[in-house]
């Protein structure tokens, strides 16, 4: 089965929303005068604004550099810090994920591939892939000292109104979404570290895409992503996210734009079939989760080989903290 199946629902929410509306349209602009009028007020100069279909398309794919635009940068904006200066460690470039980790001869074999980064589900009640046989702190090693750089997702409780039926037996509990979420983040940190990945790395929460427009499921749902990252935090490592531009990743750029706290430090957001590009427009507002703070998997369930050995993955652009490992 793969870990992917939610995007395909992601995808189709996609087609729905994104043109959508006149209510996420504004959301994004005020966020976007907000923004530029905190930095007025915090004495610094108002940024350029601009409004979202302006921006230049991609070039042709030539790694992560290719697709960085010129960001808004704010001093408003919560998550401005680079993640270096927190001891974090950056991977601009390309990378898959897929649901069990291949084995370390395949890994040596897609070495031919463009890839060099590679996200790896290291635990999780929702997990697709429960059983990982290559996945062990020998696995961890080997395939860093290859050159790969690892992003490790945890797949915990889902929202209760998340689209995939199969999913929904993990939902979250409603009666201490927090709770739960502190929970899981505890486990997140102690499955990463079982791995050997050390303190600075990130775990990215998957979060399958789920109706935001349910008020109810949604305020449960950022409860318990709040109470994730925050233990998260608390331990060490920084908290990810994971979840459809059009779904998880709109409403967490909402509750930032409202001055939500304990949101994640970084971002990877599902839109598939799409040129690769971090812009994230117009799920994200241009400052926010800046900078080498976002992730855009533009393309899932392909099958492709590299030195004889073919794997079915999700393709990612990434400009983002890795796993520190050793």
């Known amino acids: 089965m793969?870990?992917?199946?939610?995007?395909?629902?992601?995808?189709?929410?996609?087609?729905?929303?994104?043109?959508?509306?006149?209510?996420?349209?504004?959301?994004?602009?005020?966020?976007?005068?907000?923004v530029a009028l905190a930095s007025l007020l915090a004495g610094g100069t108002a940024p350029v604004l601009a409004e979202a279909?302006?921006?230049?398309?991609?070039?042709?794919?030539?790694?992560?550099?290719?697709?960085?635009?010129?960001?808004?940068?704010?001093?408003?904006?919560?998550?401005?810090?680079d993640p270096r200066d927190e001891g974090a460690e950056i991977f601009q470039g390309r990378a898959f994920d897929t649901c069990v980790a291949p084995t370390q001869s395949t890994m040596r074999?897609?070495?031919?591939?463009p890839y060099r980064g590679v996200g790896v589900y290291v635990g999780g009640r929702g997990r697709a892939c429960p059983v990982q046989p290559n996945l062990d702190p020998a696995w961890v090693e080997g395939v860093t000292s290859m050159g790969w750089r690892l992003?490790?997702?945890?797949?915990?409780?889902?929202?209760?109104?998340v689209h995939a039926e199969r999913k929904r037996r993990y939902a979250i509990d409603s009666r201490d979404p927090a709770g739960a979420g502190v929970r899981e983040g505890r486990d997140a940190v102690a499955q990463a570290r079982a791995l050997g990945m050390r303190e600075k790395s990130p775990v990215y929460l998957d979060m399958e895409a789920y109706d935001i427009r349910d008020a109810a499921c949604a305020r449960t749902t950022l409860r318990f992503i709040q109470g994730w990252n925050r233990e998260v935090r608390r331990l060490g490592y920084l908290p990810g996210f994971y979840s459809s531009?059009?779904?998880?990743?709109?409403?967490?750029?909402?509750?930032?734009a409202a001055g939500v706290q304990d949101l994640p430090a970084v971002m990877w957001f599902a839109r598939w079939n799409t040129a690769p590009d971090l812009r994230g427009e117009p799920a994200l507002a241009p400052g926010a989760w800046q900078p080498h703070r976002r992730v855009h998997q533009y393309r899932g369930n392909v099958r492709e080989t590299y030195g004889g050995r073919t794997v079915q993955i999700d393709r990612n652009l990434v400009d983002a903290p890795v796993a520190i490992v050793g």
């Open 151 to 161: 992003l490790p997702l945890y797949v915990g409780s889902q929202a209760p109104c």
């Open 53 to 81: 279909g302006t921006a230049p398309g991609p070039e042709p794919e030539r790694g992560a550099q290719a697709y960085a635009p010129r960001y808004i940068q704010a001093q408003a904006d919560a998550h401005g810090e």
């Open 109 to 113: 074999a897609w070495r031919a591939s």
């Open 245 to 256: 531009a059009t779904s998880g990743v709109t409403h967490l750029e909402e509750a930032r």
């Open 2 to 34: 793969r870990q992917t199946s939610h995007h395909m629902r992601g995808a189709a929410d996609q087609k729905q929303c994104d043109g959508a509306g006149p209510r996420r349209a504004s959301v994004r602009r005020a966020g976007v005068l907000l």
